[in-house]
């Protein structure tokens, strides 16, 4: 096999990858998101923004004190901004496209890339 012939074919293997990595699954996220929320907080210590409170339970003190805890929390470790603050929204970050039209986009970045690297296999 040729040096370009070898080039053709480590580039559709890195395409089929990128694809299969970044296929979004039916429900949840894909592997790439689900990587990237793990690696910013792979040990879970970082908070999350809590949900508004619902009807009825901001009137239950204790409640309204946890929640009030954790979005201390959460907003002092925004306030120290670079890094901390991009961890905190990576956290909790979602695949950039409804699955359907990410899945139409994979396709064809997929097959364009398939395209390029058979071209490059047949020099």
Known sequence: MTRSGKAGSWMALAVALLVVV???????????????????????QLPTLPPQLGLGLGDDPV????????????????????????????????????????????LALGVAGLFVAWRLGSR
């Open 22 to 44: 970044a296929w979004p699954p039916e429900r949840g996220r894909s592997l790439a998101v689900s990587v990237v929320n793990w690696a910013v907080d792979p040990w879970g």
């Open 63 to 106: 409640l309204v004190e946890a929640r009030d805890e954790r979005v201390r929390l959460y907003d002092a470790l925004n306030a120290q901004g670079g890094w901390m603050r991009s961890r905190l929204r990576l956290k909790v970050a979602d695949d950039p496209f409804n699955p359907a039209t990410e899945r139409q986009v994979l």
